[in-house]
Nanobody, 118 residues
Framework: VQLVESGGGLVQAGDSLSLSCAASGSTFSIITMAWYRQAPGKQRELVAATASGTSNYADSVKGRFTISMDNAKNTMSLQMNSLKPEDTAVYYC??????????????WGQGTQVTVSS
C-alpha cells in the first residue's frame, strides 16, 4: 500500500484547509485509515480515524475536523475548519491493512505540513 498526502499549506487562524490522501497498491486489504499529526518537539498523535463507516476524533479537533472516505477513488480526506495555531504540525496519512497471514500492517504517507499563523 502506498499513501500520498496533499493539501497542506500556510493559513491564518480561523481559516479552513482540506487534506487528501490517495491510496494505491493493495487497497483491497485496507481495513482502517487515519490522520495523525506531529508538531515540533512533540509525539505523533492521532487526529481522526475511520473504519467500517465509523469515525473518531481527538478531543482537540472534535467539531472542527471531519474525516471522510471515497472508496471508489481510494482517497481519504480531512476537512479542517476553524484552524488554530496549535493545529500547526506535519500531518500524516496512515492505513491499516491486513496481510495474507492475517496480521495488520500499518502504512504511512510522507506527511504534509500545515502551518496556522495567529
Amino acid at each position: 500500500v502506498q499513501l500520498v498526502e496533499s493539501g497542506g499549506g500556510l493559513v491564518q487562524a480561523g481559516d479552513s484547509l482540506s487534506l487528501s490522501c490517495a491510496a494505491s497498491g493493495s487497497t483491497f486489504s485496507i481495513i482502517t485509515m487515519a490522520w495523525y499529526r506531529q508538531a515540533p518537539g512533540k509525539q505523533r498523535e492521532l487526529v481522526a480515524a475511520t473504519a467500517s463507516g465509523t469515525s473518531n476524533y481527538a478531543d482537540s479537533v472534535k467539531g472542527r475536523f471531519t474525516i471522510s472516505m471515497d472508496n471508489a477513488k481510494n482517497t481519504m480526506s480531512l476537512q479542517m475548519n476553524s484552524l488554530k495555531p496549535e493545529d500547526t504540525a506535519v500531518y500524516y496519512c496512515s492505513a491499516g491493512a491486513q496481510s495474507i497471514t492475517g496480521e495488520i500492517v500499518t502504512y504511512w504517507g510522507q506527511g504534509t505540513q500545515v502551518t496556522v499563523s495567529s
